[in-house]
């Protein structure tokens, strides 16, 4: 009878195959914690508030911050500034200019493709002042123009990337013994968000325009300063990451042909698990595969977005396959082998896949368009996006309880045909000991990758919420050692499942006497043919018959 590797692999081998999984796991972890810096940076840049002279809005003109053609600078928006009661300066007329990356140590920065996406957070002082109040949730209406230049361009060469007038609500709080002059606790505004960073410099300017028939900017109070909170991926990271990708995805892919020649070298069709863990080790190559290399020399505004869909790809197939491996494995009375067995199941994860999807493409795929688009700034759509990732979360974690009890019932119905060991010959007694051993080993694994896989999806999501619904105080966030190390364990975990359940080269030649039975490993110089290729777990209970 002929099996899988893991079936019929030596102790030695088998262990030096753990053994060098084990160490390529850690090697992840290790790269993510001493090797690679941390992965995202902020850079805190702020807003140069300029003058824009003349009645006429132009809305064509660019205010630069800084450089030669800097622009003329205010020194304060206090309504009551001799210069702005001299010049009878209106708020049209205050544009806030912002050059991304700021300057350090006078010298000036760039950005580069490193940084792989970028995304702007708005933070606004508002001093308390009786004269100026602050209302209640005001309308803060944003006419919002981004630039880009590269450092070959002349200094007042800026190209529009974008522009778009809109809406956000303001939220602020102070303690109502704070006295006039303190600066109210205002929640943090997305601004904008893109896929690529192409350019070397970008350059924001916003307006304020106040429009009393709708209420807009109208009640704002004292605006004192501007911040924006740039947020994008480590340079360093950025190296480590992809040389991770390029490494891995080579050795998935080479192990993944090796598996699906073995497959096509039985003489029969490749059963279930086979055409699930083949599916799965092609999705988790495409996750492998390096695209990020190509944000070096193109622009690919779409990045963001395919990384989603690719991410979410995983999932799904990583979630069914878990489903159907340990379904495969419960050896029960029911007929396996089959996919509508699990229709189920697989809708279930189809259709929370189908749903993640769609609400990413509802802000990602705007953004496409219009990068200072959000869900998050109206009351609905940030109740929406909470629900959906509140409920996402849920839905993973009843999934993992559902694994628990799949598993459960592998373990049990195992137990079960280990009582039926006592009865057989002690050479095979021996021999379906030790698959049973493994077998249990590998389903344990298959827990310990899915805890982790759930942890790192929940721990994803709270991630955003330190700056998309103004939880300051949530400190969640994963390190590099964390990324780095789970990403590392599910290629270590497909690479030992491709390896594993690949067909054997070896067969145990039975032989029956009458005074009892005896078996022995037998290296063949072909593959086995089809009749022999049952598996020695699933065969358990025909051979405690014949015993």
């Known amino acids: 009878m002929a099996g899988v590797v893991l079936e019929n692999l030596s102790w030695r081998k ?3 195959l753990g053994v060098f999984l084990l160490i390529l796991m850690i090697t992840f972890f290790l790269v993510g914690g001493i090797v690679s810096p941390k992965p ?3 850079v805190t840049v702020l807003a140069t508030k300029c003058y824009d002279r003349g009645s006429r809005l132009n809305r064509t003109k660019w205010f630069i911050p800084r450089g030669p053609h800097k622009c003329e600078e205010l020194p304060s928006l206090d309504p009551y500034d001799e210069n702005i009661i001299k010049n009878s300066i209106t708020e049209k007329q205050v544009v806030f200019s912002f050059w991304i990356p700021g300057p350090r140590d006078g010298a000036e920065r760039k950005m580069s493709p490193l940084f792989q996406s970028m995304l702007g957070v708005l933070q606004l002082d508002v001093e308390k002042n009786l004269q100026v109040p602050l209302s209640k949730d005001p309308i803060l209406q944003l006419d919002v123009r981004m630039g880009v230049r590269d450092e070959e361009d002349q200094d007042d060469d800026w190209k529009l990337l974008a522009s778009s007038v809109e809406d956000r609500n303001l939220q602020c709080k102070l303690d109502k013994n704070k006295l006039e002059g303190y600066l109210y606790d205002c929640e943090l505004l997305q601004l904008f968000e ?5 350019h070397h410099f970008y350059l924001v300017n916003i307006r304020l325009p106040v429009n009393a028939l709708k209420g807009f900017n109208v009640g704002i109070g004292k605006l004192v300063d501007m911040y924006i909170h740039v947020i994008h991926q480590n340079g360093g990271f950025t190296i480590v990451w992809v040389t991770m990708k390029s490494v891995m995805f080579l050795l998935v892919l080479s192990i993944l042909i090796w598996f699906w020649r073995r497959i096509m070298q039985l003489g029969r069709p490749p059963n279930l698990l086979e055409r699930t863990l083949f599916a799965l080790g092609v999705v ?3 996750l492998n595969c390096p695209i990020e290399l190509l944000q070096f020399g193109l622009n690919v505004p779409f990045m963001l977005l395919l990384n989603d869909i690719r991410q979410g790809a995983f999932y799904a197939m990583l979630m069914s396959f878990w489903v159907i491996f340990a379904g495969e494995h419960i050896m029960d009375q029911t007929e396996r082998n089959r996919l509508s067995l699990y229709w189920k199941h697989l809708s279930a994860i189809i259709f929370g896949s189908i749903c993640l999807f769609v609400f990413d493409m509802c802000e990602r795929g705007i953004q496409l368009k219009n ?5 998050w700034v109206s009351s609905a759509g940030t109740k929406l996006a909470l629900a959906f990732i509140i409920l996402a979360g849920i839905a993973a974690g009843c999934y993992f309880l559902f694994l628990c009890y799949m598993i459960f019932c592998v373990m049990k119905n195992i137990s079960a045909k280990k009582a039926s060991l006592p009865s057989m010959s002690q050479l095979r007694r021996k021999y379906y000991l030790g698959i049973i051993y493994r077998f249990r080993f590998l389903m344990l694994a298959t827990l ?3 805890a982790f896989t759930v942890i790192f999806f929940i721990i994803s999501q709270l991630n955003e919420g330190e700056w998309r619904w ?29 390896s594993l359940y690949a067909p054997s080269h070896k067969t145990v030649v039975e032989i029956d006497s009458a005074d009892g039975s005896t078996e022995e490993n037998v290296q063949l110089t072909q593959l086995p043919t089809a ?5 020695a777990l699933q065969a358990l209970t025909s051979k405690a018959a014949q015993d």
């Open 284 to 286: 988790m190559s495409i």
């Open 14 to 16: 088998l262990i030096a």
């Open 194 to 198: 893109l896929g690529s960073i192409h």
């Open 470 to 498: 103004g939880d300051h105080e949530l400190s969640m966030e994963y390190t590099s050692a964390f990324f780095t190390g789970v990403y590392g364990m599910w290629n270590v975990y497909v690479c030992g499942l491709l």
């Open 40 to 42: 995202s940076n902020v």
């Open 371 to 375: 990068p200072f688009f959000s869900i």
């Open 448 to 450: 310990v990758c899915a």
């Open 531 to 535: 009749p022999s290729e049952t598996s």
